[in-house]
């Protein structure tokens, strides 16, 4: 899976010369958190976030005058507060370049580049709707999780055992386990019965953790 596959598009951008409260007043009307700022020709120059915009207004303890804070309100632009050394992907990043990236920097979204041009951006927001799925937290069936020993083998035994006991694998994701000798693996199962599931898996685990029938289903 790539960048381009999940990115948001078309992404709303804003000139550097745009005030900063009139960008805060579009960032809650398209209700999005961050803007990439562009030039004439829409080359990235920046990203502006709706904290950067808030800390940038006056603080409700100025001593300013309401005549005083409109001029100054009418000066500060975007430019001024933006986020210059942007850090950037392209549509064919792999997401879990992206989701480090983002992680490391301490950032909730990176826009995607062609170019030169934005062509997109991908948020913590898309991150977390990959997560759902990966964890088959949309999907109708058992949500089983066991510690399997660390041995490539025994996952394709596993998988088999379901398969040929009438089970159906929606999702399947591994995890570190409790130790470096085994691994967790989180699977939603369909087609069988949490009695069913348990005898065809229990030769194959080192233990089941959890089954259960998710609490949306």
């Known amino acids: 899976?790539?960048?381009?596959?999940?990115?948001?598009?078309?992404?709303?951008?804003?000139?550097?010369?745009?005030?900063?409260?009139?960008?805060?007043?579009?960032?809650?009307?398209?209700?999005?958190?961050r803007f990439p700022v562009v030039d004439q020709r829409g080359h990235l120059v920046g990203i502006v976030s709706e904290k950067d915009l808030v800390e940038a207004l006056p603080s409700d303890a100025t001593s300013l005058s309401i005549f005083e804070l409109h001029e100054l309100l009418h000066k500060i632009t975007v430019e001024e507060?933006?986020?210059?050394?942007?850090?950037?992907?392209?549509?064919?990043?792999?997401?879990?370049?992206?989701?480090?990236?983002?992680?490391?920097?301490?950032?909730?979204?990176?826009?995607?580049?062609?170019?030169?041009?934005v062509v997109g951006i991908i948020t913590e927001t898309d991150l977390f709707k990959i997560f759902l799925e990966l964890m088959g937290a949309h999907e109708h069936g058992l949500r089983v999780s066991i510690l399997v020993p660390g041995?490539?083998?025994?996952?394709?035994?596993?998988?088999?055992?379901?398969?040929?006991?009438?089970?159906?694998?929606?999702?399947?994701?591994?995890?570190?386990?409790?130790?470096?000798?085994?691994?967790?693996?989180?699977?939603?199962?369909?087609?069988?019965?949490?009695d069913k599931l348990r005898e065809a898996i229990e030769p194959f685990v080192e233990q089941i953790i959890d089954i259960r029938v998710p609490h949306f289903a």
Request: hydrophobic content about 40%; proline content about 4%; cysteine-free.
């Open 151 to 194: 041995i490539p083998e025994e996952l394709a035994r596993l998988t088999r055992a379901i398969y040929e006991n009438g089970g159906h694998i929606l999702t399947l994701g591994t995890f570190m386990g409790f130790s470096s000798e085994n691994r967790e693996v989180l699977m939603t199962v369909a087609e069988i019965d949490d």
């Open 1 to 33: 899976m790539f960048v381009g596959d999940r990115m948001s598009f078309p992404v709303i951008t804003v000139h550097p010369d745009l005030q900063i409260q009139e960008a805060l007043h579009r960032m809650h009307k398209e209700n999005v958190r």
């Open 81 to 117: 507060i933006m986020t210059k050394n942007v850090i950037t992907v392209d549509q064919d990043t792999p997401i879990e370049d992206a989701a480090r990236l983002m992680a490391d920097h301490k950032i909730g979204g990176l826009p995607v580049i062609r170019n030169r041009d």
